[in-house]
């Protein structure tokens, strides 16, 4: 019987000690973790918008070049092919080579 008291008391203690390096753990915050995975998850659907806009700029001056011969002179030539609103300041273009890219962000 004081053998099964004692080997209880020993299992006591090693369970404590293997718990004590995680008490010194910062605890979670629920929230602020979740509102990181939100703010996340927000910034990567505006760098896919970004992609998505860009991408669909550069088809628009393919197609405006193939069915004029030459590129448009301004991106705002092209914004009846777009079909959405477009901040054309975002972006520069060449009307020589009809290349677009993104202005570096500041």
Known sequence: MQQTGTTIFLAAILFALLLFPACKEKPKNPVAEYGDALIGSYKGAQ???DLATLDGLKKAV???HAANGS???ELKDVE???GGPVDFGEYDYDPATGTVTPKPQK
């Open 80 to 82: 009846s092919l777009i």
């Open 71 to 73: 590129y448009p002179a």
């Open 47 to 49: 760098n896919a918008a």
């Open 62 to 64: 393919q197609a405006y």
